[in-house]
């Protein structure tokens, strides 16, 4: 009897202390700042690593997301860090790993998590399989995580492709189905060969560097289990809100949001030399670039001046030279026509003299062959110095056009030469 009680005490404690997680949050948690409730049908692609809009984040806003799973015990131990600390994240889960583990799926979806599609089997081919073929994955995908759950309505109508492999007629496929495509704004590249304090340093000084965004993790990587207490622990010292996203319902209408937010935030591109060069203007900005005497290898060394043709010349620095340097280039106000090259501009000037005309005019001795007989050959083949067909005589070379002088190392007379 005692037994029994004492087993009814401790399963009741246990399931207490469960509850009590799930429902209390500690003082110091991170916990969630706010959940958004977005249309699929008003933005059907998210993420500004491929589109161009994102989630309507403020600044220091964070949106946790987790791939490829469920995978016990990873899955469960990511659970177990997210609940330590109030939050709450979206797992796109894959349809053959659901079917495997459909009891983890339950428990993502009873502790409050957003479960979402990453297809069926999680190809790496969705960039050029048929819409047929994609419909197949997407479709299917949805099926299990319904059968697992139970219930349509508790899987989010968001699917993100396996491996960020887009393709404009299968996102047409998912618009028109009423699904909402996710890409990313941060990745930690925890799907690499990588420990876990990297995973966790490239995860916080992008989003530090970003300011705010969707951050890519997976949980069926233990080195992503393991980054993530660090990760979690960096997010609420350096002041960063964990925003949870949801779709909106007739029940639950959608988040009030300024239009400016969604726009994804692109870096500038980098400017293309040469610059079009203005004609027509009073004062043109500098839209040309010289090249430096660095640029061709003509360096200074105090008062020697010194040509780099070969690799062994010292530079004074190891920073490269920047070329092309830009200097100002005005252009009269009514010139209509740039000036073109002449054709002395492409004259080519020989470096080295080559020799008299005169002595270039007179044919050259044919060179006397050696003779070739089967004694010679017999006897070379002999002593194991011939083989095959006969030498040709080497021709001698000469210098001409733009050539560099290489000093031949010295001869030891003394040692035995080859013949």
């Not at 993420?47 to 809009?53: H, L, M, T, V």
């Not at 600044?59 to 990873?74: I, N």
């Not at 209408?253 to 060069?277: F, G, I, N, Y």
Request: charged share 20%; net charge neutral; proline share 9%.
């Amino acid at each position: 009897m005692r037994s029994t009680v004492a087993a009814s005490v401790l399963l009741a404690s246990l399931l207490g202390a469960g509850t009590a997680g799930a429902a209390e949050c500690p003082a110091d948690a991170l916990g969630v700042s706010r959940t958004l409730v977005v249309d699929v049908n008003e933005h059907p692609r998210v993420g500004s690593w491929q589109y161009e809009e994102s989630l309507p984040l403020n600044d220091h806003e964070v949106v946790l997301t987790f791939d490829d799973g469920p995978l016990p015990p990873y899955t469960d131990r990511v659970l177990d860090l997210l609940a330590a600390e109030c939050v709450k994240a979206t797992f796109f889960m894959v349809g053959r790993m659901v079917q495997a583990y459909p009891a983890a799926v339950r428990r993502v979806y009873n502790e409050g998590h957003t479960i979402a599609n990453h297809s069926q089997t999680h190809p790496f081919t969705f960039h050029k399989m048929s819409v047929e073929a994609a419909s197949r994955e997407i479709e299917g995908g949805f099926s299990s995580l319904h059968t697992a759950l139970g219930d349509p309505k508790a899987v989010a109508p968001f699917f993100r492709f396996p491996g960020l492999l887009r393709q404009t007629s299968v996102e047409q496929y998912l618009a028109a189905h009423d699904y909402m495509t996710w890409s990313v704004d941060i990745a930690a590249d925890d799907w690499t060969h990588i420990n876990n304090r990297e995973v966790a340093r490239r995860a916080i000084s992008r989003l530090e560097a970003r300011g705010k965004g969707i951050l890519l993790l997976h949980d069926i990587q233990a080195r992503t289990a393991l980054a993530l207490p660090e990760i979690l622990q960096e997010l609420k010292a350096r002041g960063f809100k964990i925003v949870h996203v949801v779709p909106s319902t007739p029940d639950r209408p959608k988040s009030v949001t300024e239009p400016e937010l969604w726009a994804a935030r692109h870096a500038p591109q980098p400017k293309v030399w040469p610059r079009t060069l203005a004609v027509g203007v009073e004062s043109p900005e500098p839209a040309l670039a010289a090249p430096s005497l660095a640029s061709f290898g003509i360096e200074t060394f105090g008062s020697v001046t010194k040509v780099a043709m070969a690799q062994t010349f010292e530079r004074q620095s190891d920073a490269p030279p920047m070329w092309p340097a830009s200097v100002a280039y005005a252009v009269p106000a009514d010139a209509e026509v740039l000036p073109i090259p002449a054709a002395h501009n492409f004259r080519y000037s020989r470096v080295f003299r080559l020799g008299r005309a005169e002595e270039k005019a007179k044919p050259k001795p044919e060179a006397k062959r050696p003779v070739r007989t089967a004694r010679t050959r017999d006897s070379a083949a002999a002593s194991g110095g011939w083989f095959g067909a006969w030498p040709a005589p080497a021709r001698p070379s000469r210098a001409s056009g733009h050539q560099l002088s290489v000093a031949r190392p010295p001869i030891n007379l003394a040692a035995p030469q080859a013949r």
